[in-house]
């Protein structure tokens, strides 16, 4: 499938899960309110930021190689352009077409790689990302308000969608940094994307972080740490504790 059109978020919070691993990381989110956005590569998902691409035919493939070699070279003579084109013809024909798809793949996601995302879920009592993201429930689960630049979060849709490199409009519009496999349907996720070359470091307003959310396993050292530094900021910090409730087989909060 095609790449669909990415939906706003609309939740009213939105929810960030973190290892106790990264204390460091959350002190300077309390403290100095800035977080960190990081690069495709530094994902999880090994596809994040790099789409499937839709295969081409050997025509579509030298027009499009084509066309890139000559944005890189604008300043070329034509005759040099042409020759360029017969060249590619000859070794896409030569070598099939496949060598020429992965490395115009590759060239795409070195590109991509300069984004930055920061993704959440929609909501705190996820089991399956306490376990997987916050140590099986040692970490802590952020809660920000949809406002400031957490308003500008769009909607992750699931399934198998492939890129179509010919498509100015699918590549222009980056729709598939929205799109991720099924597998992880799970995460219910929502992500802010920032342009290429952006600071990895963005500052938020406090009021943006309205609470913190501490894992029911957490470890007493790590309760009164955090809940020292929420008492340090300025509006101080609402801290509360996940707890498991097993009639109901769910996760609900107390203070």
């Known amino acids: 499938m095609t790449m669909p059109t990415p939906r ?8 960030k899960y973190s290892s106790p691993e990264h204390l460091e990381r959350l ?7 800035e977080l960190y956005f990081p690069n495709p590569s530094q ?12 295969p081409l035919s050997i025509d579509q493939m030298v027009s499009f190689a084509h066309s890139d070699f000559i944005r ?8 040099a352009q042409e020759r360029e084109a017969v060249k590619i013809r000859s070794l896409v024909q030569i070598h099939g077409p496949e060598p020429f798809q992965r490395m115009m793949a ?17 909501r705190y009592d996820n089991l399956n990302l306490w376990a997987k993201y916050s140590a099986n429930h040692c970490g802590y689960c952020l ?8 308003a ?13 490199l010919t498509d100015r409009h699918q590549r222009g519009k980056a729709y598939f940094f929205f799109c991720k496999r099924q597998d992880w349907s799970n995460e219910e996720e929502v992500r802010i994307l920032l342009p290429r070359g952006s600071n990895p470091m963005v500052r938020i307003e406090p009021r943006w972080l309205t609470r913190l959310i501490l894992g029911k396993d957490m470890s007493d050292a ?10 340090q900021r300025e509006p101080e910090l609402a801290v509360v504790n996940a707890y498991y409730d097993e009639l109901h087989q769910v996760l609900r909060l107390t203070g």
């Open 43 to 54: 994902l999880n998902d090994p596809a994040d930021g790099r789409p499937k691409l839709l």
């Open 8 to 15: 706003k978020a609309t939740g009213s919070h939105f929810y």
């Open 152 to 164: 500008s979060a769009w909607e992750v849709t699931y399934g198998e969608y492939t890129l179509d």
């Open 106 to 122: 590759e060239r795409l996601y070195t590109e991509l790689d300069d984004y930055r995302i920061y993704s959440l879920s929609k």
């Open 72 to 79: 890189r070279h604008p300043d070329l003579p034509r005759d």
């Open 222 to 231: 790590h309760r009164k740490l955090i809940r020292e530094w929420a008492k």
């Open 27 to 33: 002190k300077v989110i309390i403290l100095e309110h």
């Open 143 to 150: 809660e920000f308000a949809n406002k400031g630049c957490f």
